[in-house]
């Protein structure tokens, strides 16, 4: 027989299966918080448990969390990359970057993606499969634990490794939920980034759910044809529809919306293109991060100069948009999602 995971599992579900089991409800609360708290995953450890019931679950339940297979560390040492295997062989990343505001982690929502952005390394191999809200809560509590070996702990959490979570919704929300309750590590929403492709009903459906997390949008473009080149997605989802599904959250949830842009030098990045996206957010929540590209060498894209980054942020920043340029961070342990998991399945 095989054993179910528990992890990922909420506690009304939990006590929902102690009660089914002829057990009493508080159990569900006291497995919960053993297993999300205190971070034990072997039963025989729950000491305010009775030993039989320790045995018995121990024939029935199983607490399943990934290996780690890979582990890349940049030389600065504020960059760690993790490649994370699951029971049925998967693997996914998950990376540390350690940012001046606090420990900041990047969870994958999918294994691989099939959503065909032209610059992104996850997208190569299709998607292999969805991810639970127990393998998202994994990889979180997999550097939870490494930070808790030196007296830290994951400050931020930003759903924007490999996969588009807005395909995977109701893990996704599972999952952030999770991370909310008091039971298990109990942060706060506003220090959760979910980043989408712009998947347009799904991001109205999340701007309903009352759960004020931050939303990051993709947007690499200021015009259509040129988006649809970059992110396939658009021609399903057109870039004013995913503009106007960003507004609808920010005056929802009053988060600043921020719209993600790739700058790629002689494709993306010069003034005119700079006035159509000021015209395109003109008045809304909504900042705009910069992300100068790591040269693509198959499609002969580059960075741009810093003369045209500059130039690219000064125009924005003229004309009333709340604009950053991403710091680069672990360029030399291959930062960019889904390469450390390529160089395995090669
Ligand atoms: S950028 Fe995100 S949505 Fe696009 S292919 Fe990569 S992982 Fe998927």
């Known amino acids: 027989m095989e054993l179910e995971n528990i992890f990922g599992k909420t506690l009304l579900e939990l006590t929902e299966m102690v009660v089914a089991s002829g057990l009493p409800k508080f159990r569900g609360r006291q497995i919960a918080e053993w297993m999300y708290k205190k971070g034990v995953r072997d039963f025989s450890q729950m000491k305010n448990l009775p030993r039989e019931l320790r045995e018995r679950l121990a024939n029935e339940w199983v607490i399943s969390r990934p290996n780690k297979v890979d582990e890349l560390n940049s030389a600065d040492g504020k960059t760690s990359k993790f490649l994370l295997e699951f029971s049925d062989g998967v693997g996914v990343e998950a990376v540390l970057m350690r940012q001046p505001y606090g420990n900041s982690i990047c969870i994958s929502s999918q294994a691989g993606c099939n959503m065909g952005c032209a610059f992104c390394a996850s997208t190569l191999h299709g998607m292999v499969r969805n991810l639970t809200a127990g393998e998202m809560l994994a990889q979180t509590f997999y550097i939870n634990d490494r930070l808790r070996e030196i007296g830290e702990k994951v400050d931020t959490i930003v759903i924007m490794g490999s996969g588009e979570p807005l395909t995977n919704y109701d893990n996704v929300l599972k999952y952030i939920r999770l991370l909310h309750e008091d039971y298990c590590l109990g942060m706060s929403y506003r220090s959760i980034t979910l980043s989408t492709s712009g998947i347009v ?13 931050n939303l990051s949008i993709s947007l690499h ?25 960003g507004e609808d959250y920010g005056n929802a ?55 045209r980054i500059n130039a690219f942020e000064g125009y924005l920043s003229r004309h009333h948009i709340t604009v950053t340029v991403r710091r680069e961070m672990g360029k ?15």
């Open 201 to 213: 009903p799904n991001i109205y459906r999340l701007a309903a759910e009352e759960i004020p997390i």
């Open 221 to 245: 473009a200021p015009e259509n044809n040129l988006r649809s080149m970059l992110m396939p997605i658009n021609k399903k989802y057109p870039m004013d529809d995913v503009v106007k599904a």
């Open 332 to 346: 030399d342990i291959q930062a960019a999602c889904g390469q450390l998991r390529n160089r395995h399945l090669k």
């Open 253 to 307: 949830t009053h988060r600043r919306v921020t719209y993600e842009y790739i700058l790629i030098d002689g494709v993306n990045d010069n003034i005119k293109q700079a006035q159509e996206l000021v015209e395109l957010l003109k008045g809304q929540l909504a900042s705009v991060n910069l992300i100068p590209i790591n040269p693509v060498a198959e499609r002969g894209w580059n960075r741009p100069s810093s003369e």
